[in-house]
C-alpha cells in the first residue's frame, strides 16, 4: 500500500477492505446470531410445545396452552406474589438504607477514615452471590450457627431456633441476606450522584433558612430522582429473578415459602425436564419484569416533567 | 493476500487441528462425582492404570457434586454426539433416561461372572423393564447410627429395635439434658424420600403398587406421615430437620447434639475421625429399626436403597471402549482394592478376608442391611413425583394440612403426571 495508488487502485482496495471487513465481522455476528436470537427464538417456539427434555420427538404443539394453563394455576399466583414480596420489601429496605448510607457517607467526607470506610462498604458486594448464600445459610443454621450463638450470648432467646423452619420467617431471612449484599450497589450509585448535586442550591436554601429535612426532601430526593430510578429499574429485575440464593439457602422450601418463579422455572426445566413449561414460565417472568420497568418509569418521570 | 491466507489458516487449524491430532487416539469423557464414594484421586489413579494396559484410549475424568450430577448429565446428554461417553447414573433416574433413549441397553454385553458375582439387588439398580442399562459402582443405603455415650448415660446398653423404642429411648434421653434426641433429613429436597421409604416400609407400606400406581397414601403410610409428625410435634426431632439435608444430619450428629440419626454409609468414617467430629469413638450403627407391628409380621428391618451405578451414552461414538473401561472399573479386584469409601458391589468379594479386615464394622453391617434395601420407584417421572411429595410431606410436618390430606392430594397429582407418560 503506497500513497502514489491510483484512484480506482484505492476504491478497489477499499472494496477489498470492505469485504475483509465483513469476514472479520462474520464470527462476532454468528456468535451474536447463535447466542442470542436462536435461543431466543427456540425458546418461544418451545413454549407453545408441550416439550419434555427426554421425549422433544414426541412434543404436541399446543400453541398458548401452558400460559393460559398458567394464568388459572394458584402454585404460579402464588409463586409470584412471594417473588414480588421479595423483590418489594428487599428492593424498598435496600433503596431506604443505600441512600441513608449514602448521604452519612458523602456527609463525613472530612472525617478519619472516610475512603477506608467508603471501599469498606463494597465489600458485601464484591462476595459473589453463592458465596453470600453459604455464608448466610451458616449463620442461620439451627445448632451451629452464629445468630443463635450471639442473640443466646445476648440474651434475647434462652434456646436455640431454627430460624429457617417458618415459611415466611424464612423468606424474611433470605430477604436479610440479599439487602446485605445488595445495599453497597444502592450506596455506589446514590454516591455517584450526590457527588454532582450543584452546592449553591444548598446555600442558597440555606440562606433561607431552610432546615436539614427540608433540604433532603426538596433538593437532594428530587435531584436525585434519575439515579434512584436506575436504582429501582435494575435491583427490582435482578430481585425478581432472584435464584442463587434461594438455591444455596432453602432449594425454595420449606412448604414452597421460598419458592420463587425462578426456581420453580428452573425446577419445571432441568427437575422435571418439561422444557415447554418452563419455556412459558420463562417469557411469563420476562413479561413481569418488563411491566415493573415500565411501571416505575412512568412513576418516576411523570411527575417531574 | 498473505493476510487472508494467515486467516484462512488459522481458521482451518482450529476447525481441523483437534480432530488431526485426535485421530490416532481414543478419548473416553467420564462424567463421574466428587462426593461419597471413591476419591478423584482413587479414580485418577484406576484411569492410568487402564490407560496403561490399554494403549491409544485416554480417560478424561470429569468430577461434579451429586446436586450438580443430574442438571450436567440432561444439559449435556442431547448433544450429538454426547459431551461425555460415560456418566454416573443414581438408581432414581435410570428410568427416566431409559425412556429418553439417553443410556446404552448393555444386557448382552455382561457376562456370566458378571451376572452372577454381583449382587442381584445391585443389579435392580441399573435394571429398568428388565433392560440393563449401566453396571453397578456405589452399593450405598440408609444406616442407623447412635451416640453410644448419650445411651449409656440414660441406661441403656443397646441400641433399639423398634421406632417405638426409639421414640422411648428418646424421652428418657432428653429427660437426661438433650435438647433434641434426633436428627433427620427432612428438607424440601430428595433427601426427605430416602427417609420417607425405611419408615414406610419399616411399617408394612409401600411406596407404589403393582401397576405403579401411588400406594404410598394408605392406611400405613398415613399413619407412617402421622409418626413423623407426632415426633416432631413431641419434641423428639430436632425441628431444624425440617430444613436439614444429609449434611446438616451428620453436622449435627458429629457435635453430640444428637442421640440417633439415619444417614448414608459415609457418615461413618467422617463421624468416627476425630478431625471432623467431636464424638469420634462414640458412633455406634446398627441394624434399622422397624415399627413393631412389622416386626411381629416377620419384617426385621427396612431401610432405602441410594445406589448409582455407570451406564454408557446411547449416542457415544466409542462404545466398546467406554464398556471396556467400565468393566475394569467395577472388576471386583479393583472394587476390593478401593474398598475404604465405598464396598464392593461384587457379593464374591465379601468372602475375601482382607476386605473385612480392612472394614471391620461396615462390611458386616452391609451384609446384614443389604437384604432389607428398598429401592425408589423406577418410574420415568420419578424426579417430579419426588417433587410432589416432598412437598406434601412439609405441609404434613408443618401442620399446614394432615397427613391424610397431603398424601391423597400428592397422589392425586402423581397419578396425572403418570397420565402424561403412558
Redesign the interface.
Known sequence: MNAGASQSRTSGLAFGERR?AF?LILPALVLTIGLIFVPLVTTIVYSFYDAN????NRADFILFEHYQSFLRDAAFWNSIARTSYFTFVSVGIELVLGIAIALLIEQKRKLFGWRFLRVAILIPWAVPTIVTGAMWRWIY????GALNGLLLQLGVID??V?W????MR?MNLVILADVWHSVPFVVLLISAALVSLPEDLYEAAGIDGASGWQRFIHITLPLLRPAILVVLVIRSVEAFRVFDLIYIM???????GTMVISYLTY?KT????KVGEGSALSFLVSAFTLFLAFVYVRLLYSKND | MK??LI?ALVLAFMLFGSTISAQDQVVLNVLAMDQAGMTPEDMGEIADRFEAANPGVQVELQFVLYDGL??TI??SV?SNPPAFDIILVDDIWYA??A??G?VLDVSDRITPEMRDGIFEAAWDITTVNEVVYGLPFLLDQKYFYYNTTLLAEAGFDAPPRTWEQVADMSRAIQANGV?YPMIWSW???EAVIPDFVTLLYGNGGRFLDEDNMPAFNDATGVATLQWMVDQVNEGLI???S??SAEE?VR??FS?G?AAFAINWLYMYNLAQDPTESQVAGEIGISLMPVFESALEAGIESSTNNGSMGFAVTAGSQKQDAAWNFLSYLTSEEIQIEFSALQLPTWETAFDDPALLEANPVTVPMFAEQFPWSHVRPKV??Y??AS?IL??AI??AL?G?RSPQEALDDAAAQIIEVAQDYQ
Open positions: 475483509l469476514w427434555l427426554a421425549r422433544l443454621a439451627a445448632d451451629y434456646r436455640y431454627p429457617l423452619v417458618d415459611p424464612a432453602t432449594r425454595g422450601g420449606p412448604v414452597n425446577q432441568f427437575s422435571d425436564l | 493476510l487472508r486467516i443430574y442438571d440432561v444439559t442431547s427416566a433416561f425412556d429418553a439417553w435438647e428438607a424440601q429436597v430436632n425441628p431444624a425440617i430444613t446438616d453436622n449435627v457435635a447434639n420415568p417421572y424426579p417430579e417433587r416432598q412437598l412439609q405441609e408443618t399446614a
